[in-house]
């Protein structure tokens, strides 16, 4: 650890990439690199962010019925990717849209574990478990 308390990743920046899941109206969010209030605001500008997570559909889908968070490639969440998690979640379920959080890294389950956010969000073991979910 830094003098100021930060942990050191050796993982690629915080990024997010938004695709289509196999099914029409499903939505893939791939969350790759630590998400944490460093890393995502240090990484990606707010409207960015706020156009990624946006429930509105992208050029050439249709209107999402299912968002996966994929956390395949994220190694850690700290309280503010969580707090965005839930907002998403939050703002989801307004408008009828399944929220499944998929292949989380030990660390990141624990976080979910811990605040109890397991109860609240579908969770699958993969992506491709959550498509058939």
Not at 17 to 36: A, D, I, N, Q
Not at 49 to 72: H, Q, R, V, W, Y
Not at 102 to 120: G, I, Y
């Amino acid at each position: 650890m830094s003098s100021f308390g930060f942990q050191t990743w050796n993982s690629a920046k915080f990024s997010i990439e938004r695709k289509p899941g196999k099914e029409p109206g499903t939505v893939v969010l791939c969350f790759s690199g630590p998400f944490t209030v460093r890393d995502v605001y240090g990484s990606l500008p707010t409207m960015e962010l706020t156009k990624i997570l946006a429930l509105e559909p992208a050029p050439g889908e249709c209107c999402p019925t299912k968002n996966i968070l994929d956390f395949s490639k994220c190694p850690y969440m700290d309280s503010t990717g969580l707090g965005m998690i839930v907002t998403h979640h939050v703002r989801c379920q307004h408008k009828g849209i399944k929220v499944v959080a998929a292949a989380m890294s030990p660390r990141v389950r624990e976080v979910f574990k811990l605040t109890r956010v397991d109860n609240v969000l579908a969770i699958a073991a993969t992506v491709e478990e959550a498509e058939i979910n």
